[in-house]
């Protein structure tokens, strides 16, 4: 099977601007969990979306927002962008049964804010 | 919510020496303890995990143990190489539920 992939891999962006970030799980996944990774902070949980429905939330503010499509490929969108947002972002995917489930991770979309 | 604390959050050992990495976690009912190895520029990969019905569990340098009454949990490698320098995530979860992960350890291991 291919494994998770993540488009693109870098951005560069200005302040106060949007962007959208695109994430297609393992061939019949259903839950893809977002992730953001800075140095020091760790994997810090966005939200994670199953059947097209958020199912959970991390504790990030509102202007991080994301969906899922029938094909469960997900989307990650971030308004009004700031410096702090400068991060590696991560998707996962898992089959989304639960009992304790791999995470299996992408590649990573790194986002630098100018 | 659950709560993860990785120590330390950095690691320095000799090439062949022993690395213990060491989490605790603050809920009781959460049963799936999975590690992560994160090597430099590549994404997280899953290198071992241990259930709560478990106490510890070897997969040939590294094993992990898990005391549920203290609720922390461990990874053991021994003979270390120089290709276990990595960051090491663990995190702890129950059924259902997104796993949440400490803030990682930084494994050094100078040949």
């Known amino acids: 099977k291919a494994g998770v992939t993540q488009t693109p891999r870098y951005l560069i962006k200005t302040r106060g601007q949007q962007v959208t970030l695109s994430c297609s799980p393992i061939s019949g996944h259903r839950s893809v969990s977002w992730y953001q990774q800075t140095p020091g902070q760790g994997l810090q949980f966005l939200f994670e979306?199953?059947?097209?429905?958020?199912?959970n939330k991390g504790n990030f503010p509102g202007r991080f927002s994301g969906r899922q499509f029938s094909n469960s490929r997900s989307e990650m969108n971030v308004s009004t962008l700031e410096l702090g947002d400068s991060a590696l972002y991560l998707c996962?995917?898992?089959?989304?049964?639960?009992?304790?489930?791999?995470?299996?991770f992408g590649p990573g979309t790194r986002l630098l804010v100018l | 919510g659950e709560n993860v604390e990785q120590h330390p959050s950095t690691l320095s050992v000799q090439e062949g020496d022993s690395a213990v990495i060491k989490c605790t976690y603050s809920?009781?009912?959460?049963?799936?303890f999975p590690w992560y190895k994160q090597e430099l520029g590549k994404r997280p990969q899953l290198i071992i995990d241990?259930?709560?019905?478990?106490g510890e569990k070897k997969d040939q340098r590294i094993a992990v143990t898990l005391n549920k009454t203290a609720k922390h949990f461990s990874l053991h490698i021994t003979e270390t190489q120089p290709e276990d320098s990595a960051v090491y995530f663990c995190a702890a979860s129950r059924v259902s539920y997104i796993p949440t992960f400490g803030r990682g350890t930084s494994l050094i291991v100078h040949p």
């Open positions: 241990i259930r709560s019905n478990v």
């Open positions: 979306y199953f059947s097209e429905t958020q199912r």
């Open positions: 809920d009781s009912a959460s049963n799936y």
């Open positions: 996962a995917s898992s089959p989304g049964t639960g009992a304790g489930e791999t995470q299996y």
